[in-house]
């Protein structure tokens, strides 16, 4: 005789049957019709019933596989079993075995048409989680012609028609897209997920789940994530290496992001003693080859909810973030927080209506441009699940309706990930593309040109004392030469003296570079027009200690051919030498200016002489007492190039200043 299981208890039924309710609702429409007082299952075979109900109470366990044995053992008994085929469609959807879980809501569908309105709604929804857009859209619209729907479910059907349409348009028009797997110095047969990828391309930031034991993959019950680096040797990547204490620990850590000038890191750990929510973001600062002991960086940013998935702008002070904390637009929202000059983070600001939505938003990468935004959604148009996306920045500061990626970049699967490298030529994604090292691997690929961000290239070298040699840490400020706003601080490494700054394209700035007791350091970047073609910098930059005979070059000082009327691009740097004298306020300076040998020595050394008065007038109108000024023009007499091209021409036209007294 069969083993059936035993019979349930009859107070017990009630329970039973709101228990499969709530199974049917998490399939996104209630089948309480169905299941109302007074009303009894669809079958008349008491074994059948038996295997149902022993089916549900394994499926309420969370024990799938007893439970899908005991659902079908109540089919066999009962092939026109609506239930019973509903319920193995639940359990298999919940396992994502999609394609027997739509054959399971169709043989329901067949076997009393219409049972419910509903089971055309579940059935759509689970052929858009494989990609089945026109069979989805063909039983949303059987949904649709029942009458009594509820509005709010009426309105969520045409919403998701409107989906599959978006959906079967991008699969008509593809993208490119041509991923490469990027092997096995940093894939393996477990999980890796892209986190960051340095401006200069130096070195990559991947998470890896371990297993916390020797098991085989398929035995392990238990992982643990840990973050990995690799650097580039030519065009490939060096074998992975573990990141590490004091970032990695016995716990599990995740979604790290360097900032783009490699000083700071951010990552999101849960569930520790000096956290705030469910998990917090923490950061550490480099120095040399070595990362300080992790921070949390405070109840400002991190609220009691769950905050996580940070990245860090260019400009050196905004914080991007997702945080699932009251105030926001749907269940995670992507927020941003910007560092202040006395170190503390200002109140988290929510992206608004433009990104955020009721549904998720989750993996904000920041371009190094600072002015593209690439994440993950399931509220905007997309292919199913998560999809990425990118936005731009208006000129008010305000982001413009996010693009959707596009087909095969986004597919019926979770797309999260996204990271740009500074050039914006190259993507990177985490994927389980068939055909991989294991589970999630990285791949790279050619990012359309429609999908790029601003070009940004970078200037690196070492800051080093003239004299000594000695590897300096100093300030660095980008500053914004047509509307003198900073851009992006930074810093040199405190015990290498190694500096990153990254400069976004189509813009022209001044640099400067400061430590205490030294004279600054001045330089500009002209990189509007070059958004296809701007290159790297490389440069070491020596720092003069202050002392009597030692002069700088003011670089950002401008005026028109022949003329001693200083340009409006010249602000930033009179603000900066303004700032210098106000901070060593025993200095005396000769301010001197220099032209090209163009012209008659006398109109040079006129010239010369007019243009160095004009900036100490500045320096007297900004209360700097004139007895610790001189200014004097010495012509084409003091060349530091020479006069036979253009460029030597340009560098001897110039303003500096000199220190005369201490």
């Not at 596989?65 to 079908?72: D, G, M, S, Y």
């Not at 860090?312 to 945080?323: A, N, P, Q």
């Not at 997309?382 to 008010?396: A, I, K, Q, S, V």
């Not at 701007?534 to 022949?562: M, Q, R, S």
Request: glycine fraction near 6%.
């Amino acid at each position: 005789m069969e083993d059936l299981p035993a019979k349930p208890q009859i107070h017990a039924y009630p329970m039973i049957l709101r228990s499969i309710i709530l199974v049917l609702v998490t399939c996104h429409l209630s089948l309480v019709t169905s299941f109302g007082q007074g009303q009894h299952l669809s079958t008349q075979n008491k074994r059948a019933e038996k295997w149902f109900y022993s089916a549900i109470d394994s499926y309420q366990e969370k024990n799938n596989e007893k439970a899908l044995t005991e659902v079908k053992r109540a089919i066999e008994q009962d092939p026109s079993f609506t239930e019973a085929f509903i319920l193995q469609g639940d359990i298999l959807a919940d396992g994502q075995l999609y394609e027997p879980a739509i054959e399971s809501y169709q043989s329901a569908i067949k076997t009393n048409n219409p049972f419910s309105p509903s089971l055309y709604n579940i059935l759509a929804n689970t052929q858009k989680k494989i990609g089945r857009y026109a069979d989805a859209k063909l039983n949303l619209g059987r949904f649709l012609e029942f009458e009594g729907i509820p509005e709010s479910k009426r309105q969520q059907a045409v919403a998701a028609i409107r989906s599959c349409d978006f959906a079967l348009q991008c699969v008509a028009n593809p993208v490119p897209f041509s991923p490469v797997n990027l092997g096995d110095s940093l894939n393996t047969k477990y999980d890796e997920y892209i986190n960051t990828i340095t401006s200069d391309e130096a070195f990559l930031y991947f998470t890896r789940k371990n297993p916390r034991d020797a098991q085989t993959i398929d035995q392990v019950q238990e992982f643990e994530e840990e973050f990995y680096f690799t650097r580039r040797v030519d065009s490939s990547w060096y074998h992975a290496l573990n990141l590490g204490p004091p970032i990695n620990t016995h716990g599990n850590e995740g979604a790290l992001n360097i900032s783009p000038d490699g000083n700071y890191l951010f990552f999101a750990a849960c569930n520790r003693d000096d956290g705030y929510g469910s998990c917090d973001i923490y950061w550490a600062r480099k120095s040399g080859a070595r990362w300080s002991e992790p921070e949390n960086l405070g109840s400002v940013v991190n609220s009691p909810q769950w905050d996580s998935q940070p990245s860090f702008s260019s400009d050196g002070k905004t914080l991007y973030f997702v945080s699932k904390r009251s105030g926001g637009k749907g269940s995670s929202d992507i927020w941003k927080s910007e560092l202040q000059a006395d170190g503390q983070w200002s109140i988290p600001v929510n992206l608004g209506d433009s990104v955020n939505t009721r549904a998720e938003e989750m993996a904000p990468f920041i371009h190094p441009d600072d002015q593209t935004l690439y994440f993950s959604s399931k509220g905007h148009p997309g292919m199913g699940g998560f999809d990425l996306f990118l936005t731009r920045r208006n000129p008010d500061g305000d982001w413009k309706t996010p693009v959707n990626l596009g087909y095969p970049i986004n597919t019926h699967a979770d797309e999260i990930t996204l990271v740009v490298n500074a050039k914006g030529t190259l993507a990177y994604i985490s994927s389980d593309i068939p055909g991989g090292k294991g589970r999630q691997d990285i791949y790279q690929f050619p990012l359309y040109t429609e999908a790029r961000p601003l070009l940004a290239t970078y200037f690196k070298g070492i800051v080093y004392d003239a004299d000594t040699k000695k590897k300096l840490k100093a300030r660095f400020e980008l500053i914004d030469l047509a509307t003198s706003k900073t851009s992006a601080r930074s810093s040199s490494d405190e015990e290498s003296g190694e500096f990153l700054l990254v400069l976004p394209s189509e813009k022209n700035y001044a640099l400067n570079v400061s430590r205490d007791g030294y004279l600054f350091y001045s330089d500009n970047f002209f990189l509007t027009g070059t958004n296809s073609s701007a290159k790297p910098f490389v440069k070491n930059i020596p720092l003069k200690p202050i002392k009597i005979g030692e002069a700088v070059i003011l670089k950002n000082i401008f005026f028109d051919t022949d003329k001693y009327i200083l340009k409006d691009q010249s602000l930033a740097e009179l603000q900066k030498l303004l700032g210098f004298l106000q901070k060593n306020p025993r200095l005396k300076i000769e301010i001197s200016g220099h032209t090209d040998n163009v012209g008659s020595a006398e109109h040079n050394l006129e010239l010369s002489g007019n243009r160095a008065k004009a900036v100490y007038q500045y320096l007297i109108e900004h209360d700097i007492d004139r007895t610790r000024l001189t200014s004097a023009g010495f012509g084409f007499t003091q060349p530091v190039d020479v006069n036979t091209t253009e460029q030597g021409r340009a560098n001897n036209r110039r303003t500096e200043f000199k220190v005369i007294g201490n």
